[in-house]
């Protein structure tokens, strides 16, 4: 697969995802697992429209102009590895992107008065479910993509399976957190775990559970509730 059929494939499977999220919380169906399940409606969704559309294309096109743009740098696409090898690189790459991004997300976000008026626009929404995972600001849109992009080059170039996966996590796991959706079944727990955290960090600008695909930093730092 080269490297704009998986930039394809990604950014248009975590369009259907956010969809298909959106509708799996509004069906009477998912009751029991939801989250918050009497979600109050603090935005109209024509607001949210104007804010989560151009952001969507605006990461998208990111994400594409970045990739191709870095590509020597990002992926070797010669490169024939082992599954060892796409363990490894993922492994070390989401790991390093979780906790420079728990650092950037607590210190940055929450702490540096300039940049917590940028996330604040993320955490009007209370109670988020997939759509709002975008509703932000395009500045802080900017700088998780392209911290993903600085923790790739740091470790790689790495191989296209790996660069695939790596985008995969990053796009999907963003918006099951964020689904509203707290999944008990096997092989689901984990999600539902940092789903039901992060719902509690939109409670509050004063809340933990800062980090976005594991929990390791926030219990390592103590800032998990």
């Not at 975590?14 to 298909?20: D, H, P």
């Not at 697992?33 to 294309?57: E, G, H, T």
């Not at 102009?65 to 070797?76: C, E, I, K, Y």
């Amino acid at each position: 697969m080269s490297l704009p059929t998986i930039l394809f494939v990604v950014l248009a499977t975590s369009g259907l995802l956010m969809v298909a999220l959106h509708f799996l919380y509004a069906s009477p169906a998912t009751d029991a697992a939801k989250i918050y399940p009497k979600k109050p409606k603090r935005l109209s969704w024509q607001k949210i429209a104007r804010n989560v559309a151009p952001n969507s294309v605006f990461s998208g096109a990111l994400t594409v102009a970045a990739t191709l743009g870095l590509r020597t740098w990002l992926v070797d696409e010669a490169a024939d590895p082992t599954v060892l090898d796409v363990v490894a690189e993922v492994f070390a790459t989401l790991l390093l992107y979780d906790f420079l991004y728990y650092f950037m997300h607590r210190y940055l976000f929450h702490e540096w008065k300039l940049l917590r008026s940028v996330h604040v626009v993320h955490h009007v929404n209370k109670q988020p479910t997939s759509f709002e995972s975008l509703y932000l600001h395009p500045v802080e849109n900017a700088m998780g993509l392209g911290l993903l992009m600085i923790c790739t080059l740091i470790i790689g170039p790495v191989s296209l399976p790996a660069f695939a996966v790596i985008l995969a996590v990053y796009s999907f796991l963003n918006l099951v957190i964020h689904s509203g959706l707290d999944f008990q079944r096997p092989g689901l727990r984990a999600v539902g775990y940092m789903a039901r955290k992060h719902a509690r960090h939109h409670s509050s600008m004063r809340a933990g559970n800062y980090a976005s695909i594991t929990p390791l930093p926030d219990l390592i730092f103590d800032t998990h509730e």
